[in-house]
Each structure stands twice: as C-alpha cells, then as structure tokens.
C-alpha cells in the first residue's frame, strides 16, 4: 500500500504533468512551446543546483542515458503532434508505458507486486488507451510506429529516472540535472532549426517558459522521490492518471466536448489508482 501523503503528492504531480500537455496542446507551435517550457527548467535548473548535493556519482550514467532518451521522447513527441492530434496520440503513448514499466521492473528490479497491484496498473492502462477511442484521426504505419517508438521511450526513461534517483541520495538534485541536460539539449536543437522564431517567441512568452519549466520540474522530482518510497511501477501507473486531469482541463478551461466514452475511461483510471491505493 502507498502511504496516504505519498499517494497524494504523486496525484499533484500528475495534476502538474496535465497542465503542462494542456499548455502544448492549447499553443500555436509546439516545438517553439516545448522548447520554452524546458529551456525555463533548464534556467531554473542553473540557478538552483549551487544550493543542492551533488548526486551520487553512481548515478551519474543514468543521468546521461535519461537525458539522450527524454531528448529523443521531446523531439519525436513534436513531430507526432504535427500530424496526429493530441487526443490520439497522447493516450496511445501514456497508456503503453505503465505496464511495460510494471513488466521490465519484474524482471530487472525485482519488484514483486500484489495482485491487487496488477489490477490497478491494467486498470490505469486500459483506462488511458480507452481515452483515444473516439478521438479525431488515424494512426498509419508511420504514426503507429512512432507512437509506440515514443511509449518504449517513457517506459525507459521512468526506470532509469527510478533507479537513478534512487542511486543519486537527492532526487531533487537529480532532476535538476536531468532539466539542465535535456533542456540544453532541446534548446541547441530548436535554435538550429528555428532559431529566429524561437527569439521571437520567447520574448513574447518567457513568463509562461519559466511557469511551465517550474511545474515539469516539481512534478518529476515528486514522482522520482516517491520512486525511492515504493515501487516504480505502482508509481508510473499513478503519474498517468494526469489524463484524468488533462481531461478536466479540457472540459472546464479549454471548453472542449467531453464524450460518454472518456467519461466512463475516466472512472475505470480512477478505479485502478483507488485499487493501487489499497494494494
């Protein structure tokens, strides 16, 4: 079972994590909006690690390999969204990685869970990629590839990130680490690509970089700290549940229609996170 505080800190970096997809969906450009949110933590992230520990040096390569893969999972996450709406593509991605996570951490961590466990983060699952029934589009071979290319990614990057943390003896630290590498990296990407706009648009929207960069980093920390309090896959499958948020963003604050099928999705996440709750 999950502590109660523990429980109800991962549901706020959940609620975090939504908010930050919703400002993506909600922008004009998405790699110009990506870019900004992670060049807002990667600053966040130069001015606060003189204050902190350094992480141990064991975990010095899962640092290196997470920031190449989150990396990787940004800048395919903008080319998906370019031709595959958000509404499709999300749940496909976000749904596939809790039990992947759940599977490889049996096998590589040794982490048992309990049945009830089991049938929380099927649960969650199952709920998320209900979410893309419904939803505008189609997925060709070059979009499924991708999207389950993307799903592989933050299936990887959660247990290294889990593992990681635990090794460093500070998440805090370690994430903002993890901010400062992948931010750069993505930063020196989309100036490349898009330098002169991505000067335009940051002068226009700095505040909301530096906001947004703010969220990503206390929504990862608390998922990496709660990683070093219980298992990672239990922890995985509850950071998901931030569909249920997103889906509340976008029937309250971004006006859209919320249909009977995302509705009842929405009960079977909630009733898998009260069965991790209680496992």
């Known amino acids: 079972m999950i502590d109660l505080p523990v429980f109800g800190l991962i549901l706020l970096a959940a609620a975090l994590h939504a908010s930050w997809n919703a400002f993506l969906k909600g922008s004009s450009d998405t790699l110009l909006s990506t870019t900004l949110v992670m060049g807002g933590a990667a600053l966040i992230a130069v001015l606060a690690l003189p204050f902190l520990p350094v992480p141990a040096r064991a975990s010095w390569p899962y640092l290196a390999v997470s920031a190449l893969l989150q990396a990787g999972y940004l800048a395919l996450l903008v ?63 070059a979009g499924q590839a991708a999207v389950l290319t993307n799903a592989a990614l933050i299936a990887a990057y959660t247990l290294i990130d889990g593992v990681g943390a635990r090794l460093s003896g500070t998440p805090a630290a370690y994430t903002l680490w993890l901010s400062l590498l992948t931010g750069a990296a993505l930063v020196a ?21 530096l906001i947004g960069g703010l969220g990503t980093i206390v929504s990862y920390t608390i998922a990496l700290w709660a990683m070093t309090m219980a298992p990672i896959a239990l922890v995985a499958a509850l950071r998901e549940t931030s569909i249920l948020f997103a889906t509340a963003i976008a029937a309250l604050v971004l006006r859209e229609p919320v249909s009977r099928v995302r509705v009842a999705a929405a009960c079977i996440i909630a009733a898998g996170a009260m069965l991790l709750r209680l496992a």
């Not at 499709?88 to 096998?107: K, N």
């Not at 893309?132 to 997925?139: I, K, Q, V, Y």
């Not at 990407?189 to 970089?209: D, E, F, H, P, Q």
């Open 189 to 209: 990407w989309a100036i490349t690509s898009r330098g002169g706009a991505l000067i335009s648009y940051a002068r226009r929207n700095w505040l909301i970089g």
């Open 79 to 141: 080319r998906i969204y370019r031709v595959v709406d958000m509404s499709l593509a999300y749940p496909l991605m976000r749904g596939c990685a809790p039990l992947a996570v759940a599977l490889v951490s049996r096998l590589w961590l040794g982490e048992v869970l309990p049945g009830l466990a089991w049938i929380g983060v099927v649960s969650i699952s199952l709920g998320i990629l209900a979410m893309a029934a419904g939803a505008r589009g189609t997925l060709g071979p």
